[in-house]
């Protein structure tokens, strides 16, 4: 792995645009006038993210690597749990899956044959998933993805890279286009907040498409952004971005059709938003 993790964010021409350099011996820190923004991130600070994420995930463990919850029409795969649609029946979310397995193969990472000529998930619900939870398949899958947790966590903050641009195309209005860039470099501000902001993208997506929204009402990183009360850079920002996260959440808890049965995700989405509050 590379020693830091560049993320180059192409920002809209604005009067300052923010660059925050991060080398994991300090604070992040600001300069002015580029038309371009990064974040720098130690390998340290990159690995931290990455175990924080499978924490948040999987419990830390190899067995939540693979997953199928309860409700759901598709496995959660890898740190990030990674949706992987049935072949032929694609759902609503982004299915991120074989985006991170079209990102190993560029990267050159061995994997298993079938895994790269899959179509879509082989296992076509949960029964059928459960009922190999300990075939050799499966075991293959899962020692696959543990020892792949670096390259799983560049596919993650490449993700981030990505994200700002997009986020920025879907607000036409220019005073909130504004305050998500502006939002977005406050919560940048610190290493909590880039994890935050890491972590956040790969839970609920960018808040950009049509399809992830109930009533009208997205839940996505945008979302959060937009969402953010003034306040100070730094470890308040992180603050604020974890009360904006609850408060998109709560919301979208209360949005959804009954049939979902979201309110059951209450107090895990709760604390993981709690630990933005905290350092790596």
Not at 136 to 151: D, G, I, K, Y
Not at 158 to 185: C, G, I, S, V
């Amino acid at each position: 792995m590379p020693t830091s993790f560049r993320l180059l964010l192409l920002a809209c021409l604005l009067p300052v645009t923010g660059c925050v350099s991060m080398d994991g011996d300090g604070g992040p820190t600001y300069s002015t006038g580029a038309q371009a923004s990064s974040i720098q991130l130690s390998e340290a600070d990159a690995n931290a993210i990455g175990r924080k994420i499978w924490q948040n995930e999987c419990a830390g463990t190899v067995e939540g690597l693979t997953t199928w919850n309860a409700g759901e029409d598709f496995p959660s795969l890898g740190i990030g749990h990674f949706i992987w649609y049935v072949d032929g029946r694609p759902g609503p979310f982004d299915e991120s899956f074989p985006k991170l397995i079209r990102f190993m193969g560029a990267r050159g990472v061995a994997m298993p044959r079938w895994l790269g000529e899959a179509k879509g998930s082989p296992w076509r619900s949960k029964a059928e998933f459960d009922a190999a939870k300990s075939s050799p398949q499966m075991q293959e899958l899962r020692s696959f993805l543990a020892n792949t947790v670096p390259v799983q966590t560049a596919f993650i903050v490449q993700r981030l890279e990505q994200a700002l641009p997009k986020m920025k195309q879907a607000t036409p209005n220019p005073a909130d286009k504004n305050r998500l860039h502006e939002n977005f470099y406050r919560v940048a501000s610190s290493p909590a907040g880039v994890y935050a902001l890491i972590d956040y993208v790969n839970f609920k997506g960018e808040g950009i498409k049509a399809s992830e929204s109930y009533q009208g009402q997205g839940w996505g990183l945008r979302q959060v952004l937009l969402g953010m009360r003034p306040g100070p850079n730094g470890m308040a920002a992180a603050a604020e971005f974890s009360e904006s996260a609850k408060r998109v959440l709560n919301q979208r808890i209360a949005n959804a059709p009954a049939s979902r049965g979201e309110s059951r995700w209450r107090a895990g989405w709760m604390n993981r938003c709690e630990t933005y509050k905290r350092g790596l």
